[in-house]
């Protein structure tokens, strides 16, 4: 079923607390823990308990699941004291998509150039 977990998914095993994980802030339907290799002073991945394989799906899907990612996006940053930030959704290898679950990537304090490489 859609959103089911997938056995072979690296974020579906850190939901399930079978990956271990720093976690910074966890809902009813998402999760949010530090990247394991920031590219930012704060780089928190914001991802929804439910399995889909990027954000676009996930709107698509579940769109009220999508609006928590977003709302919780906007509290890790909160709570890192990022007064400027961005949210980034790798869609795709071309774009630099390497887990296939919905994540978005939360980054701020330091500057962060525009347009994006
Ligand atoms: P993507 O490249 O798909 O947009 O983002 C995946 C992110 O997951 C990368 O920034 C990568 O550093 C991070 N990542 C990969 N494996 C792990 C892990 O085991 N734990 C954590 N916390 N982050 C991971
Ligand atoms: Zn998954």
């Not at 690296?10 to 823990?33: H, M, N, Q, Y």
């Not at 991945?45 to 709302?71: F, M, Q, S």
């Not at 790798?90 to 990537?105: D, L, S």
Request: charged share 20%; hydrophobic share 45%.
């Amino acid at each position: 079923m859609a959103g089911e977990p997938q056995a072979d998914c690296l974020f579906c095993k850190i939901v399930a607390g079978d990956v271990p994980a720093t976690v910074v802030r966890e809902t009813e339907t998402t999760v949010a823990f530090r990247d394991i290799n920031p590219q930012a002073p704060t780089h928190i991945l914001v991802i929804p308990k439910v399995h889909y394989p990027d954000a676009a799906g996930l709107a698509a899907a579940e769109p009220a699941v999508a609006a928590d990612v977003l709302r919780e996006a906007g509290e890790v940053a909160a709570e890192e004291k990022a007064e400027s930030y961005r949210i980034v959704f790798n869609t795709g290898t071309g774009a630099g998509q390497t887990v296939f679950h919905a994540h978005a990537h939360v980054l701020g304090g330091r500057g962060l150039q525009w347009p994006p490489g």
